[in-house]
Nanobody, 127 residues
Framework: VQLQASGGGLVQAGGSVRLSCAAS????????MGWFRQAPGKEREFVAA????????VYGDSVKGRFTISRDNAVNTVYLQMNSLKPEDTAVYYC?????????????????????WGQGTQVTVSS
């Protein structure tokens, strides 16, 4: 499985960005998918996840109400719509896949839940 994240860039505070993560593999629809981020000097932080079984979503507290995760199994892609961006959202964003999907959504907040990671895409929010 290979994950290719894209869509990052420079955006002003209050703006929006949509990240995409394209996955290889014939059973993408069975993968639980997640987004994490890491800012310089900080630990990796959970952002959002979506289960394959029922498309249930879960979000980190800092992005609830502003970010939306979704997936399109027809094109093997997961998205992260990021609205009302703040300078503190600046980070490298990583998509991740749990290829043996079906765990409870709360477990998907942990990076150890995932076995495949993409290369990351930089999002910079200017004030």
């Amino acid at each position: 499985v290979q994950l290719q994240a894209s869509g990052g860039g420079l955006v002003q505070a209050g703006g929006s960005v949509r990240l995409s993560c394209a996955a290889s593999g014939r059973t993408f629809s069975n993968y639980d998918m997640g987004w994490f981020r890491q800012a310089p000097g900080k630990e990796r932080e959970f952002v959002a996840a979506i289960r394959w079984a029922d498309s249930k979503t879960v979000y980190g507290d800092s992005v609830k109400g502003r970010f939306t995760i979704s997936r399109d199994n027809a094109v093997n892609t997961v998205y992260l719509q990021m609205n009302s961006l703040k300078p503190e959202d600046t980070a490298v964003y990583y998509c991740a896949a749990r290829t043996n999907g079906g765990v409870i959504s709360s477990y998907l907040k942990k990076d150890i839940a995932y076995d495949q990671w993409g290369q990351g895409t930089q999002v910079t929010v200017s004030s």
